[in-house]
C-alpha cells in the first residue's frame, strides 16, 4: 500500500507541464494573486480589476471547455460548506453589499484553485507555484534595488497622493542599504517573507530528493534566506521553525515501522505539548528577542475584534473578507498610528467575526481534514521521495501564518489552501479506492473445476 499512497498526491486528469496553457495559466493566477498589491501600486485599483477580469475569463474558457469533467473536480464537503456559509451570511448580513463583493471574490479563487488542481498533475502545480514565487522574490530584490539606487527617496503606490504619510502607506520605504526590513514588490514585508519560505521549502525539498543541488538551485535558496533576512519578519521566523519541526517528525516517522510508529506519535505530542506549553508561558521574553513585544501591536487588535465578534458570537456579522473600509463596523475600527488596519490578523478570529462559532466550527473541520490528509501523504509516501511532504509543509506554513494574519482567508494563500483541500481530497479518495480494490482481489476465491 506504501507505493499507491506515494502516487496519490500527484493526481491528474490530464497532465500538463510548465510550459502549456495550463501551466503558464497556473503561474499567471500565482503570480497574481500572491503579488496582486504590485499591480495595484503600478496600475491602480483600474488597472487591476481588468487583469483580474482578463484572469477569471480565462479561467472561464478552461472550466467552459471541460466543463463536465469540473463538475467532478475532488472540492472536499467540508470546504463546499464553508464556501456555502460564507454565502448564506448574506441573509443576516450587516452590509449586504459588501458580502456579495466579498463571496463573489471568495468564489471566484476558489473556483480557479478548483480548476488547477482539478487539470494539472500536482507535480506542475508544484513548479508553478515555485516558478511563480521566484518571479515574485527576484522582481522584489530588483525593485528595492531600482528605489535605493535610481530613485533613491521612499516609493508610494500611484494611488496615493497624500503628504507625510506613514511608513505602512509606502510601496517601498527605500531601506535597502540599511538592510531592512524590506517590502518588495508585494509592498507587505511579512508577506514577501512568507513567499520566500514557500520558495525555500519547494527548492530545499526539490534539492533533497534528487540528493544533488545545482548552482541555479543554490542560487534560489539563497535568494529566499536574504529576503527573509532582509525582511526581518519575526513571525515566518516561527513559521521557518514550525515547518522544519513537521519536516523532520515526517522523516522520522516514515523510517519507522508501522508497529512503532504510536509510541513516536505519543512521543511527538507529548513534546509538542510541552513546547507550546513553553513557548506560552515565555511568549513576552520570546517577542522581546525576535524585536516584537507586543506582537507589532496585533494583542490591541484581537481584544477588538474579540470584543466585536462577543456581540454577534453564533452568526457572526456576515462574510466580507478582507474589510471594505468605507462599511460599517470596520470604518475605522482599528487605527494605529495613521494606519487603518483591515483584518483581524489571525484567522480563526476573522472567521469567528464575520461568520460566529459555526463558521469557526466549519473551518477547523476544513483545517483537520486536510491536515489529517496531508500529514497521511506524507508519512505513507515511499522512503526517499520527500516531494510527498510538500503539501504537508505547505499547509504548515499556511496555518502557522494564520495564527497572526488572515491571509489565509485571501488572494494567493487563499487559493493554494483551496489546491491543498482538493489535492489532498482526491488523494483520499484513491487511496480508499486501491484500499477496496486490493481488499477485494485478496478475499477472491479462486476458481476450482
Not at 283 to 290: F, G, P, Y
Not at 297 to 308: E, K, N, Q, Y
Request: some cysteine; glycine content about 6%.
Amino acid at each position: 500500500m506504501r507505493e499507491v499512497a506515494s502516487t496519490l498526491v500527484l493526481p491528474t486528469a490530464r497532465g500538463s507541464d510548465l510550459r502549456s496553457p495550463a501551466g503558464v495559466l497556473s503561474t499567471s493566477l500565482f503570480v497574481f494573486t500572491f503579488a496582486g498589491q504590485a499591480v495595484r501600486n503600478l496600475l491602480d485599483w483600474q488597472g487591476f480589476v481588468a487583469v483580474a477580469a482578463l484572469l477569471a475569463a480565462v479561467a472561464l474558457v478552461v472550466f467552459w471547455r471541460h466543463r463536465r469533467a469540473a463538475l467532478h473536480a475532488g472540492a472536499p464537503v467540508s470546504l463546499l460548506s464553508f464556501l456555502l456559509l460564507c454565502a448564506l451570511s448574506l441573509l443576516w448580513s450587516d452590509y449586504e453589499w459588501a458580502t456579495i463583493l466579498g463571496v463573489g471574490i471568495q468564489w471566484v479563487t476558489a473556483g480557479a484553485a478548483i480548476l488547477m488542481a482539478r487539470f494539472d498533475r500536482w507535480d506542475t502545480i508544484q513548479h508553478a507555484l515555485s516558478h511563480a514565487l521566484r518571479i515574485i522574490l527576484g522582481s522584489s530584490l530588483l525593485f528595492e534595488v531600482f528605489v535605493t539606487v535610481v530613485l533613491d527617496a521612499p516609493l508610494l503606490p500611484v494611488y496615493l497622493d497624500v503628504e507625510s504619510p506613514p511608513g505602512a502607506y509606502y510601496w517601498s520605504e527605500n531601506l535597502l542599504l540599511e538592510l531592512g526590513p524590506i517590502q518588495g514588490v508585494v509592498g507587505n514585508r511579512n508577506l514577501l517573507a512568507f513567499l520566500a519560505l514557500l520558495s525555500l521549502v519547494l527548492t530545499v525539498v526539490g534539492s533533497v530528493e534528487r540528493r544533488r543541488i545545482d548552482r541555479r538551485e543554490l542560487c534560489w535558496i539563497a535568494v529566499a534566506l536574504l529576503t527573509m533576512a532582509l525582511t526581518r519578519s519575526a513571525t515566518v521566523i516561527l513559521a521557518l521553525a514550525a515547518v522544519a519541526i513537521v519536516g523532520l517528525l515526517v522523516a522520522t516517522i516514515r523510517r519507522l515501522p508501522a508497529r512503532r510508529r504510536g509510541a513516536a506519535y505519543l512521543t511527538a505530542l507529548t513534546l509538542l505539548s510541552i513546547g507550546v506549553t513553553a513557548c506560552w508561558a515565555s511568549a513576552h521574553s520570546l517577542l522581546s528577542v525576535l524585536g516584537r513585544t507586543d506582537a507589532s501591536g496585533r494583542t490591541a487588535i484581537w481584544r477588538t475584534v474579540a470584543d466585536l465578534a462577543g456581540q454577534e458570537p453564533l452568526i457572526g456579522w456576515g462574510w466580507i473578507s478582507y474589510w471594505a473600509p468605507w462599511v460599517p463596523p470596520f470604518d475605522g475600527l482599528i487605527v494605529i498610528d495613521g494606519v487603518e488596519y483591515l483584518q483581524a490578523h489571525n484567522a480563526l478570529l476573522d472567521i469567528w467575526l464575520q461568520l460566529g462559532v459555526v463558521g469557526v466550527a466549519v473551518a477547523v473541520v476544513v483545517a483537520a481534514t486536510v491536515s489529517v490528509r496531508t500529514w497521511r501523504i506524507a508519512s505513507d509516501g515511499l522512503p526517499g521521495v520527500p516531494r510527498t511532504a510538500v503539501p504537508l509543509l505547505l499547509l504548515t506554513a499556511l496555518l502557522f501564518q494564520s495564527l497572526t494574519e488572515s491571509r489565509l482567508l485571501i488572494e494567493g494563500n487563499w487559493m493554494l489552501f483551496v489546491v491543498l483541500c482538493c489535492v489532498a481530497s482526491t488523494a483520499a479518495r484513491g487511496r480508499a479506492h486501491s484500499e477496496a480494490r486490493h481488499d477485494a482481489l485478496a478475499t477472491k476465491r479462486p476458481l476450482t473445476l
